[in-house]
């Protein structure tokens, strides 16, 4: 067997020199025509700056800045075709022996002249057609400054147009679209908060009047006065605390993960069996696997549980089932409560909105508890419906994809 050569801690350094020698020439170099490139490259960005400069402090129309630059390009376009053609003629002439500097000086100021007027026209017809093309976005400039936080009614005109024009319009219609529609729901939104928060505030300041004044000497107004403003407190309380979490819903980060949804509902019934003694929870679920958050689903399952207790008589049973239907998780939850009317139905998830039966049979709850379930499936891709029948009972149905 051949034996290694030992290695040979000069021979190493030295080789180790040479590549670091290679690799700074090769650096030098790039450096070298980088400095090149930029001193090329210098008066262009002065030119970019002083334009830029000039621009900000020079308020300039674009039909103006449109104008002004295809008519400097045009004009050196021009001028260099110019300066071809009569050199051109020039050596053609001398080629041939034909020394007519008479010619070449009558040629060149035609040609100067005619460069001048057309200039002139491309320029007189270029501002024309700017001015043209441009008119749509003043009509749009006008518009907007027409609407206001006051009146988002107002839509800007379609443009006769299939170009960016058009399509500018049409976005900026659909945002003053989106606009309305969250000033509108802001709007309902702070009415219906400061009327549910009124109440409580008037009976707690009520009650407190009433004991600055003579309440405090009987026991039996002073318990009442106490109990009131206490149980007041605690609904608006739970109408701060909703709120928040509708607030905040829409910065929520959904932290999936994979589980079963039919161990969730058995926690829920073991639960519910413990703390509720007035219902029965009844589960039937089989497996199925979602990707979603756990903590989230858990408490849209227990808003519509509670719901279903609020609102049905005590020994009545409450329902959930679970099961899988075309690429859907379904969790349905069922009560034998008083039910909704149809007038009623399609607006039991809008915030603060409680039916009068409802209000009758129960008088807490704050009326955001669906509103922050729908939240909740939205915001895991899903959906919530309602079915009910009045003096029947309810059923909530959420949808979610299934786990691939």
């Not at 006008?142 to 006051?150: L, P, V």
């Not at 219609?173 to 009124?198: G, T």
């Not at 007041?232 to 739970?238: P, V």
């Not at 603060?352 to 939205?378: H, M, P, Q, W």
Request: with cysteine; proline share 2%; hydrophobic share 40%.
């Amino acid at each position: 067997m051949d034996e290694k050569k030992p290695v040979n801690p000069e021979e190493v350094e030295y080789t180790l020199k040479e590549i670091r020698a290679e690799q700074d020439a090769k650096n030098n170099q790039k450096g070298f025509w980088k400095k090149v490139w930029s001193v090329i490259c210098w008066p262009f960005r002065q030119i970019k700056r002083f334009v830029k400069f000039v621009a900000s402090k020079i308020p300039v129309p674009i039909t103006a800045k449109t104008t002004i630059i295809f008519t400097l390009l045009f004009t050196v376009a021009l001028i260099i075709l110019d300066a071809f053609i009569v050199s051109s003629v020039s050596n053609h002439l001398q080629m041939l022996g034909v020394d007519d500097e008479g010619y070449i000086i009558s040629l060149t100021l035609t040609s100067a002249l005619l460069i001048i007027i057309s200039v002139i026209v491309v320029a007189a017809l270029g501002a024309l057609a700017s001015t043209a093309m441009l008119s749509p976005v003043r009509k749009i400039i006008k518009q907007i400054d027409s609407i206001s936080a006051d009146d988002l009614s107002a839509r800007i005109d379609n443009v006769d147009a299939q170009d960016e024009l058009r399509e500018l319009t049409e976005r900026i219609n659909a945002m003053l679209d989106n606009l309305e529609e969250s000033f509108d729901r802001q709007k309902k939104f702070v009415s219906d908060a400061s009327h549910e928060l009124k109440t409580p505030i008037a009976v707690i300041q009520g009650y407190s009047n009433m004991l600055l004044r003579w309440g405090k000497e009987d026991k039996e107004v002073l318990d009442e006065s106490v109990e009131s403003i206490a149980r007041e407190a605690d609904n608006m309380k739970i109408i701060v605390e909703q709120l928040l979490t509708l607030a905040r819903m829409g910065q929520y980060m959904v932290k999936s993960e994979r589980f079963d949804v039919s161990q969730i509902l058995d926690e829920l019934s073991d639960s519910y069996a413990l703390v509720c003694k007035t219902h029965t929870v009844k589960v039937s679920a089989k497996k199925a696997l979602v990707n979603a958050d756990k903590n989230m689903l858990t408490e849209c399952l227990r808003t519509l549980v509670d719901n279903a207790i609020k609102y049905s008589d005590e020994g009545k049973t409450v329902k959930i089932s679970c099961y899988d239907e075309d690429g859907y998780v379904k969790i349905e939850v069922s009560d034998e409560g008083c039910g909704i009317s149809e007038d009623d139905l399609p607006r039991v998830f809008d915030r603060f909105y409680r039916c009068d039966k409802a209000r009758k049979r129960n008088g807490k709850g704050s009326g955001l508890g669906l509103t922050i379930a729908k939240s909740i499936v939205e915001k895991m891709n899903g959906t919530i419906e309602a079915v009910s029948e009045v003096g029947v009972g309810s059923t909530f149905t959420v949808r979610l994809p299934l786990a691939e």
